[in-house]
Structure formats: structure tokens, C-alpha cells
């Protein structure tokens, strides 16, 4: 391969899936963008993405392929940086993945200051409650409430996310506060029901038991698969819920919510920053991801 420019376009294909909308946040024709691929399939010998007249995709070895190129072009921008200081300007692009509370009440407020910081930076912010492919949707790192499931990431825990009981003063109106785990049953109360795939079997109520913790199958009508949309039920009196200290703060502050059963919490969850590898991360996500570090560490229990 003659320079890097190759990997750059076909990383930026497999990344957005199209070759016009890849072509065109690299401002090159489609096809320019389309002979790239075609000489790198000949020169490795392996078909790298799927084509279609609607998706691109990546074939397995494609996949292979873009895993190597990445770090490659990591390494690459390692090396142009290496005796220029550790003020350069970062430039580039960065793709990351937040949880839609973490980045609306927290992340979001304090990007500005990164951003006058780093200007010549071109942020892409996916914010979804789903568990995103970090490989196949191109993301650079991820910000992740919950267990990690899959061993082949790297993940760093930043620490714990404290979770509440919480519900709406209209609520407890109606169906009085419960002070027990059997006041739950008896004063007949109801949650939202959290399914992350509507559908799927709800969580249930999370409580703890001595050194572990239990579910309670409580009634429930409703069942949402959006975080923000599961505070908003409860602050509209539709059923207890169980969220993130963090997120639901202000509206116990302000009265908008009040904490039922503090003896009775859920267990916390665990916050982790995850990348697909260890090894050849480009200067820019590594600052992001010690500023991401720094902003969430005050709100996490260690």
C-alpha cells in the first residue's frame, strides 16, 4: 500500500456503511472512494465489505482487516506526533457511544470546556441505552452502565453507579409510602417496568438480602426501553422506579421526586470506559477518555 490514505477512506466506509456519506465527510468523489476499496480487495486477496443498494457491511476478513487498519492509522498519527510535544493540536475524528442520561445531565454540560480545548476536534456522539458494536459501528470508545458481557473488549472500571427508589408525590398519594418490602404487596403498588428490548421479560424489583440481592415480581403496566423515558414515567405518577442517584438528583431536590425505602436500594451499577483493544490508541481518544475520566469520577462511588 502506498500511504495511509487508503486505510483512512476505507476505515471512514466501513465506519458510516455508505460510500457516499464516507465520501463525503472526506471530500472526495464516491468513486475515488469506491476504486480504493476495489485495489485494496486485489491487493489483499479477500472480498473486505459486503455491497448492497442500501447497506455496506463488513465481510469477516473485512472485519480483520479494518481491525489492523485502525491501529495502523493509530500508530501512524503515534508517530507524526512524537517529537512535535504534548501541546499539539488534536485534530481528527472521534466517535464515541454515551448512555442518554449520562450524557445529557452530565457529559453534555461540560463539553464545552473540551471542546474551546480542542477545537480542530471533530466529535461524533452516539447516545443510546442499547449495547452498541464497538467494531462494527465504528466507535472509538463507549462509556458503558452495567456489566460487560463480552471478553474480547477492554474495559475500565470508573466506579459505581448508586441506584434509588424513587416515585412522584401523586403517587405516594394515591397508593400511600411503603416503608417495608411487604408494604410493596400489601398497599398493592406498581412499577415501571425497564425492558432495554420491549418484550423481553421486565427486571423486577431489586432489593437486598443480606450479602446479595433478590427481585420481586411487582405489577406494572407499563414497560419502556429509554432511560429518560422511564424518569419521566415516574415523575408522571405512573409507577415506582428504580434509576441512578445521579440522574434523578435534582428532581429529589426538588421535590419533584421523593426516595421510598432508603434501606432497601438496588445495587449499584458499575461505569466503564471500554475501547475494542488495548494497544494503539490514537492520542485523541486517550485524552477523551481521561477527561471523560475526570468528569464522572465525583459522581461515582469507588
Known amino acids: 500500500m502506498q500511504n495511509l490514505d487508503s486505510l483512512t477512506i476505507f476505515v471512514r466506509i466501513a465506519e458510516m456503511g455508505s460510500f457516499t456519506r464516507a465520501a463525503a465527510s472526506l471530500g472526495i468523489q464516491k468513486g475515488r472512494a469506491s476504486n480504493?476499496?476495489?485495489?485494496?480487495?486485489?491487493?489483499?486477496?479477500?472480498?473486505?465489505?459486503?455491497?448492497?443498494?442500501?447497506?455496506?457491511?463488513?465481510?469477516?476478513?473485512?472485519?480483520?482487516?479494518?481491525?489492523?487498519?485502525?491501529?495502523?492509522?493509530?500508530?501512524?498519527?503515534?508517530?507524526?506526533?512524537?517529537?512535535?510535544?504534548?501541546?499539539?493540536?488534536?485534530?481528527?475524528?472521534?466517535?464515541?457511544?454515551?448512555?442518554?442520561?449520562?450524557?445529557?445531565?452530565?457529559?453534555?454540560p461540560a463539553l464545552p470546556s473540551f471542546m474551546d480545548a480542542y477545537p480542530d476536534l471533530e466529535l461524533e456522539i452516539s447516545s443510546t441505552d442499547r449495547r452498541v458494536d464497538l467494531i462494527s459501528e465504528g466507535m472509538d470508545c463507549v462509556l458503558r452502565v452495567g456489566g460487560i458481557v463480552d471478553e474480547t473488549l477492554v474495559a475500565r472500571t470508573l466506579g459505581a453507579l448508586r441506584m434509588v427508589n424513587a416515585a412522584s408525590p401523586a403517587y405516594l398519594k394515591r397508593y400511600g409510602v411503603p416503608r417495608t418490602l411487604e408494604d410493596l404487596s400489601t398497599q398493592k403498588h406498581r412499577m415501571v417496568h425497564y425492558c432495554p428490548t420491549l418484550g423481553s421479560r421486565p427486571f423486577g424489583w431489586e432489593y437486598p438480602t443480606g450479602e446479595t440481592y433478590?427481585?420481586?415480581?411487582?405489577?406494572?403496566?407499563?414497560?419502556?426501553?429509554?432511560?429518560?423515558?422511564?424518569?419521566?414515567?415516574?415523575?408522571?405518577?405512573?409507577?415506582?422506579?428504580?434509576?441512578?442517584?445521579?440522574?434523578?438528583?435534582?428532581?429529589?431536590?426538588?421535590?419533584?421526586?421523593?426516595?421510598?425505602?432508603?434501606?432497601?436500594?438496588?445495587?449499584?451499577?458499575?461505569?466503564?470506559?471500554?475501547?475494542a483493544h488495548r494497544h494503539n490508541l490514537s492520542r485523541r481518544v486517550r485524552i477523551f477518555i481521561e477527561w471523560l475520566e475526570n468528569i464522572l469520577l465525583p459522581y461515582l462511588d469507588r
Open 36 to 108: 480504493v476499496v476495489r485495489e485494496l480487495e486485489q491487493q489483499v486477496g479477500a472480498r473486505l465489505l459486503h455491497r448492497s443498494t442500501r447497506t455496506v457491511q463488513l465481510t469477516e476478513d473485512g472485519r480483520s482487516f479494518y481491525l489492523r487498519a485502525r491501529a495502523l492509522l493509530a500508530d501512524a498519527e503515534e508517530l507524526s506526533a512524537m517529537f512535535v510535544g504534548g501541546e499539539a493540536p488534536l485534530s481528527g475524528r472521534l466517535r464515541i457511544d454515551l448512555p442518554t442520561e449520562f450524557a445529557r445531565s452530565t457529559v453534555l
Open 214 to 275: 433478590a427481585v420481586l415480581a411487582l405489577a406494572g403496566s407499563l414497560s419502556v426501553n429509554n432511560v429518560q423515558t422511564y424518569h419521566g414515567a415516574g415523575l408522571a405518577g405512573l409507577g415506582l422506579i428504580q434509576a441512578g442517584l445521579l440522574s434523578l438528583k435534582p428532581f429529589l431536590l426538588s421535590g419533584e421526586l421523593i426516595e421510598v425505602l432508603p434501606d432497601l436500594r438496588p445495587k449499584s451499577l458499575p461505569v466503564s470506559i471500554v475501547v
